[in-house]
């Protein structure tokens, strides 16, 4: 009799540990929402001192993050349930965070490439932008118009991204290493070691915002991209249970209403950035 209970109860907590289960694998594993993110590109995600604007801490420091792809990931852990965890997580490292588990998803101003499509998942697009050049003002490129003005300058770009590989359809252009981070190539540009560098436009808004030396180059005849290359959507892990629900927050923020949190997004972006 004893051992007939015994085995009763013990398959009564393995139907509800099994039930548990299936029920956090369904709804993303846990009450936190951990995004990772550089915090190092403005205005989609920067690194500040305080909580202002509405910056949220960034686990295990005592900095907190902001700016537009914080903003977005608000409204997606408030529309999961969950806690919003930021992981700052320098830029080639996002992609093995997401694979191994250590962040629920990307939200880095990353385009949906067709090449990281076939390392991980994305959801729709939550914003889409033009590339520019940023270049020095009062410099030989300041009134440039098309991709042809560039011939001869010194340009780079951030490392592993589409905004590095346009860079071949400059002709005569000399194409420099990639930079690891925007803030790199802020300095290179004012130091005089490139002559520009290709970014999207809302970056280039903050590039020149924050230093007066700097002017952008919005082209006439500028850049072939696809819509996957110039628009940003949440990265996530294959065959993630979060992707569909995603989906349904993102939309419910209307184009209005994503362009007022990117212009305040440059508003409140630190200066020194």
Excluded at 97 to 113: F, Q, R, V
Excluded at 205 to 231: H, L, P, R
């Amino acid at each position: 009799m004893i051992l007939v209970a015994l085995l009763l109860v013990g398959t009564i907590l393995l139907v509800g540990c099994g039930n548990n289960s299936s029920k956090q694998e369904a709804d993303g594993g846990s009450d936190v929402f951990r995004v990772g993110m550089e915090a190092g590109y403005p205005p989609f995600n920067w690194t500040q001192m305080d909580d202002s604007n509405g910056a949220v801490k960034i686990d295990g420091s005592s900095e907190y993050a902001g700016g537009y792809d914080v903003e977005i990931a608000k409204r997606i852990a408030e529309g999961l349930g969950k806690e919003l965890v930021i992981v700052k997580t320098e830029w080639d490292g996002l992609l093995p965070a997401l694979e191994s588990g250590k962040i629920d998803a990307i939200i880095a101003g990353m385009s949906p490439t067709a090449e990281r499509a076939k390392a991980i998942d994305f959801t729709d697009n939550y914003y889409k932008s033009d590339l520019v050049m940023v270049v020095k003002k009062g410099g030989p490129y300041e009134n440039a118009k098309s991709l042809k003005d560039f011939k001869g300058a010194k340009i780079t770009a951030q490392l592993n991204t589409f905004h590095y590989d346009v860079i071949d359809q400059i002709e005569g252009v000399e194409k420099l290493t990639a930079m690891d981070n925007f803030p790199a190539m802020r300095v290179a540009l004012e130091s005089g070691m490139i002559d520009g560098y290709v970014s999207e436009r809302p970056e280039g808004i903050s590039a020149t915002a924050a230093n007066d030396n700097f002017a952008m180059v919005e082209f006439e005849d500028g850049f072939v991209t696809s819509d996957d290359d110039t628009a940003v959507a949440v990265g996530l892990k294959k065959g993630s249970p979060l992707r569909e629900k995603i989906n349904e927050i993102l939309a419910e923020i209307s184009e209005e209403e994503r362009q007022e949190i990117m212009d305040n997004a440059i508003k409140n972006q630190p200066a020194a950035q």
